[in-house]
């Protein structure tokens, strides 16, 4: 079954850092490109960040650029998070995405989320 889970979300300070983790098992994670993607209280689902099968190209919301840094270990199944300098605008719940083109459809799995709040 696959499976995509998230951890590390919890209460920050303003200006403080949390790091995301997402472990993915039961397909095949290095052929995956992987994104992170939240959701704001009563706001709709936001990109945030991805990044290639292969770790060579990331991509970043303007809102979270010089701030988050996406990284993954195909040796161990897992993208990560890194996020500094948060704000309380950043509280979401986060999730982590699996993808990839397959002909001509999109296969794609989503975990379950991680609650981040920023708030002193």
């Known amino acids: 079954q696959v499976q995509l889970v998230e951890s590390g979300g919890g209460l920050a300070q303003p200006g403080g850092s949390l790091r995301l983790s997402c472990v993915a098992s039961?397909?095949?994670?290095?052929?995956?490109?992987m994104s992170w993607a939240r959701q704001a209280p009563g706001k709709g689902l936001e990109w945030v960040s991805g990044?290639?099968?292969?770790?060579?190209?990331?991509y970043y919301a303007d809102s979270v650029k010089g701030r988050f840094t996406i990284s993954r270990d195909n040796a161990k199944n897992t993208v990560y998070l890194q996020m500094n300098s948060l704000k309380p605008e950043d509280t979401a719940v986060y999730y982590c995405?699996?993808?990839?083109?397959?002909?001509?459809?999109?296969?794609?799995?989503w975990g379950q989320g991680t609650k981040v709040t920023v708030s002193s």
């Open positions: 995405n699996a993808f990839r083109v397959a002909g001509d459809a999109v296969v794609d799995y």
């Open positions: 039961a397909f095949s994670f290095s052929s995956y490109a």
């Open positions: 990044i290639y099968s292969d770790g060579t190209d990331t």
